[in-house]
């Protein structure tokens, strides 16, 4: 007895306490001989001659006590006044010990020569709190985009009056819980959807968990506040999941929870971060994908009848080949292979790869990031990320942010520094990435704690810029320096059936015998919304074909009458306009 | 009287049979054991006795699910075999089915109330079911009753480290300073189960120094390094391991994995084939191969593999899930379905028992 119970006694010890983050003790992969190609794009941080200077005030700046402190990372690339010129905003937050002046969201205009103009007051949208994520979209077909912002706390739908002001109208809309929840929800992600293809843009929303300082234990508490030995905020394993929300717009400013009878409320045990909708499937219905910490990532398929399956396990998305969830923060959707099937990249915490799932045909995906050459990198903790083709040579290539959750276990831990450099992986063609630092220019040399990251093209020159979400500093503007002869196609997408933003619209570009795929996309990256205008490089291409796949099903082609510019394609019109 | 005579013979012998078979396993021999076993059950169909035994030669051989299946069948004969509750909690726990075994602790106890290791047995099954303030109540009276015994010890260490209590777990870490090896080893194995893997990896060397040969550090550090990627130096410890004890067979499978993914396919296969010799219902090595013969698109293969393990280990997610896309490959809809919605359920458990145990720390602070 005594033999067999000691046996017992070592296996039932055998804690199954996860780390705070999923973490699989990757090391990174070897690096392959460099392709010696030469790189003909440049990034600089112009954030401060641009104007860019607040800081983003977000948690303590040591000693940080609560996970809610550490991810938050909105920012989002639109035109919010209509003329033509990405806007920036960014999601703000505050501090447990009181919020300094400086601590709110902020958006700012562009003056149309490289510099913009701090106008959240002018605008209505200084808010103080723990701002977490932004979707744009236009939910009344009004012709201006609005905002959504998810906080830990309510959230807000920043209606856009179109006289360059917002109004919070989230209480009007119905987008208010009632009755409040039990604990302050930490929202997280966010996206405007037309699942039921009624042309008005219905909202997701995704929440990370309910969230009470009361319940949560300090730093070190329990070795779910541990990370590597070293006392952190506790979480997210050990909190509580909670629910996803479905909202569906009436089309008379309001909504309606759908969330039980949608069937997106009964997925309640995964903390959820990024929302990305887009038809995985090719069905002609709009699927959402939420990337989730720790816990498997969702997927709902939408069945066509106003309810969705959870089936991201079925689909390859869910969990690695190991069967281990991982730390899903951000997601880009894209086309890397230019099959002209949608494929996904999610990022991850350290010491793991990032997923680079491969899109199969009919919503099944393989991980192919070791394939890809991705996992030559391991060592950062990554968040918001894009598949810009940022050299225009027809290959999207991959870029995404990094940054330390902990802003202390660097004194311990000094290979997870707390500031990290963002990573450039080249598309090569073929399915291969090769890494680039500080060859594509002096931004990939710096370091901040970054989170989000949204992609367009802020001075209207043919290629792709970036802003960047840092944890108390100020902005990054990655500023995209293109020395090519290769050509480029932007298209900015008007429904007229379809919700007016054309959000959810897939647009297939045809040239030179490749074609790529891209997505009209309210919320990607890390709980960030990017630029509606689509782009594409053409390489040496001179001429192309779009196809458009409408959000209500249709497809529609566009001849296009040159390239190098901007085409406005406005749903059953079958004329590109420049 | 001839008649008489032969019934008296038939029910000595069958009398005998249970006697060899208690013999049998006394001495090991669980083959010889379970077929004297099962003779007299084939008389004596409700015979707890015989049942238990069975049910304990199965546990012996790891087969856990049957040793239920037999420790039922016993306690519905006689349900104040309170030994029998005993050994039902030890097969439960290892199929992970706490609440169950703390049931029959429970049961046990009340006939047993100053048995040590059944109190702390449930201690643990509390534990592991969240239940941090019943567990610690129910270690302490297990010290209590066997202050020198060191695995008691450990637990309430660990119990207490867990509720936040350092200076009281650090304090009984003290006491069992008898066996500075053992000690060590203990302390490293806890601190590899928390994840704290630079903090075990230091102990386990110190073990080392202590004592070169001992097998459980050298393995223990060869698990590390494979964890760690450091393929060369984990294959070094772990041949080590096995030229120390070449029946080892965690390191036999370790090995096994690490040539498979350096390069050395056919022989990985060979180790985990060889693991699984070495270790009856051993689901590990079968999970591997499963895993090995799916990459390939051997479906047949990783099928009759992944069942195997399935059949050992029925909630892990990680077997569940490539069993469902083997039958995804198959075109098995229907299983590969049931195996998925498995995995979900399994993660959604992992999760809410994460929460359980947090929110039952919390109500232990004033």
């Known amino acids: 007895m005594t033999a067999r119970s000691l046996v017992l006694a070592a296996a039932w010890s055998a804690a199954v306490y996860g780390q705070g983050m999923a973490s699989r003790g990757v090391k990174p992969a070897a690096r392959q001989k460099a392709s010696g190609k030469p790189w003909p794009s440049q990034l600089t941080n112009i954030a401060k001659q641009a104007g860019l200077t607040e800081t983003i005030v977000y948690g303590a700046e040591s000693h940080v006590q609560y996970l809610a402190e550490t991810s938050s990372g909105g920012v989002a690339l639109f035109d919010y006044d209509g003329d033509g010129w990405l806007d920036i905003f960014i999601v703000g937050g505050t501090r447990f010990d009181g919020a300094p002046p400086e601590a709110t969201n902020r958006l700012y205009r562009n003056n149309r020569d490289g510099t913009f103009t701090d106008v959240t007051d002018k605008a209505g949208l200084r808010r103080t709190g723990w701002g977490q994520g932004v979707a744009v979209g236009d939910y009344n077909n009004d012709g201006r985009l609005d905002l959504f912002v998810t906080y830990w706390g309510d959230n807000a739908l920043y209606r856009n009056n179109g006289d360059g002001t917002f109004t919070d109208v989230a209480a009007q809309a119905g987008l208010i819980p009632k009755p409040a929840p039990e604990y302050p929800t930490w929202y997280s992600g966010a996206t405007f959807v037309d699942y039921d293809r009624d042309g008005h843009l219905d909202l997701f929303v995704a929440t990370y968990t309910d969230y009470d300082l009361r319940r949560t234990p300090k730093p070190g508490a329990n070795p779910n506040c541990n990370w590597k030995g070293v006392p952190t905020p506790c979480g997210p394993r050990g909190l509580r999941p909670g629910r996803q929300y479905l909202y569906h717009n009436r089309g008379d400013g309001t909504f309606e929870d759908v969330s039980e009878k949608s069937g997106i409320a009964g997925a309640r045990s995964s903390f959820g971060f990024t929302a990305v909708a887009a038809d995985f499937d090719d069905d002609g219905w709009q699927d959402i994908l939420l990337a989730c910490d720790s816990t498997p990532t969702l997927f709902f398929h939408n069945n066509h009848d106003g309810t969705f399956t959870e089936d991201g396990i079925e689909r390859g998305l869910a969990l690695n080949a190991d069967g281990m969830e991982q730390a899903g923060m951000g997601l880009a959707i894209g086309d890397f292979n230019g099959d002209g099937i949608l494929d996904i990249f999610k990022t991850h915490f350290a010491d793991d790869t990032q997923g680079l799932y491969q899109g199969l045909g009919k919503g099944q995906y393989n991980d192919v990031a070791m394939k890809a050459g991705l996992a030559v990198e391991t060592r950062y903790i990554a968040w918001g990320i894009g598949m810009p083709d940022l050299d225009n040579d027809g290959w999207p290539d991959i870029f995404y942010v990094t940054g330390n959750v902990y802003p202390d276990t660097e004194r311990d831990l000094p290979a997870y520094p707390y500031r990290m450099p963002p990573m450039l992986f080249r598309n090569l063609g073929a399915g291969k990435f090769e890494p680039l630092a500080g060859e594509a220019g002096p931004a990939l040399l710096e370091r901040h704690s970054a989170r989000g990251v949204a992609f367009g093209d802020i001075d209207n020159d043919g290629d792709i810029d970036m802003v960047v979400w840092n944890r108390n500093e100020p902005p990054s503007l990655l500023r995209n320096d293109l020395k090519s002869a290769h050509h480029w196609l932007q298209v900015r997408l008007t429904g007229t059936k379809s919700n007016r933003a054309a959000i959810g619209s897939a647009v297939t570009v045809q040239f030179a015998g490749r074609k790529q795929v891209q997505v009209v996309l309210s919320q990607s990256s890390f709980t960030s919304a990017s630029d509606l205008r689509l782009h594409f490089g053409l390489g040496d291409a001179k001429s192309a074909e779009l196809v458009v796949r409408w959000p209500t099903g249709a497809r529609e082609k566009f001849a296009v009458p040159g390239v190098d510019r901007v085409l406005s394609l406005v749903e059953g019109s079958g004329t590109a306009v420049p | ?291 090995i013969a799916l990459d390939r698109e051997d479906l047949r293969t990783a099928l009759a593999e992944l069942e195997e393990a399935r059949r050992m280990l029925p909630n892990q997610e990680a077997i569940r899930l490539a069993l469902g896309r083997t039958y995804q490959a198959l075109g098995r809809d229907a299983e590969a379905k049931a195996e998925f919605a498995e995995v979900r359920r399994l993660k959604a458990a992992v999760t809410e028992r994460d929460r359980q145990r947090v929110e039952s720390d919390l109500l232990m602070k004033p």
Do not use: W
């Open chain 2, 1 to 291: 009287m001839l008649g008489e005579l032969l019934v008296a013979v038939m029910l000595a012998a069958v009398q005998n049979s249970l006697d060899s078979g208690r013999q049998a396993l006394q001495a090991g021999d669980l083959s010889r054991a379970e077929q004297l076993f099962r003779q007299y059950l084939s008389e004596n169909p409700n015979s707890a006795e015989a049942l238990s035994n069975l049910g304990a030669i199965c546990a012996r051989r790891e087969q856990f699910s049957e040793a239920v299946a037999f420790y039922e069948r016993a306690l519905k004969a006689d349900p104040k075999l309170a030994p029998v509750h005993f050994n039902m909690a030890i097969a439960l726990g290892q199929l992970k089915a706490y609440d169950k075994a703390a049931e029959h602790l429970r049961t046990f106890l009340q006939s047993y109330p100053k048995e040590a290791r059944a109190r702390q047995l449930l201690g643990l099954a509390l534990m592991e079911t969240g239940d941090l303030r019943g567990a610690l109540a129910e270690l302490e009276k297990s010290y209590q009753l066997n202050p020198k015994d060191g695995s008691i010890l450990y637990a309430l260490a660990q119990a207490n480290a867990r509720a936040g209590d350092a200076d009281r777990a650090a304090e009984l870490l003290r006491q069992s300073q008898t066996n500075p090896a053992q000690g060590k080893l203990i302390e490293g194995l806890i601190e590899y189960r928390r994840g704290r893997f630079a903090e075990a990896k230091t102990l386990f060397q110190e073990v080392l120094r202590l004592n070169p040969d001992a097998v459980p550090a050298i393995t223990a550090l060869g698990r590390l390094e494979l964890l760690d990627h450091n393929d060369a130096e984990a294959i070094r410890l772990l041949q080590r391991a096995l030229q120390l004890n070449p029946s080892d067979a965690e390191s036999t499978y370790q090995l096994g994995v690490l040539y498979d993914r350096n390069g050395r396919p056919a022989e990985g296969v060979k180790m985990l084939r060889r693991a699984i010799g070495l270790r009856a219902n051993y689901p590990d090595p079968h999970y591997q191969l499963g895993r």
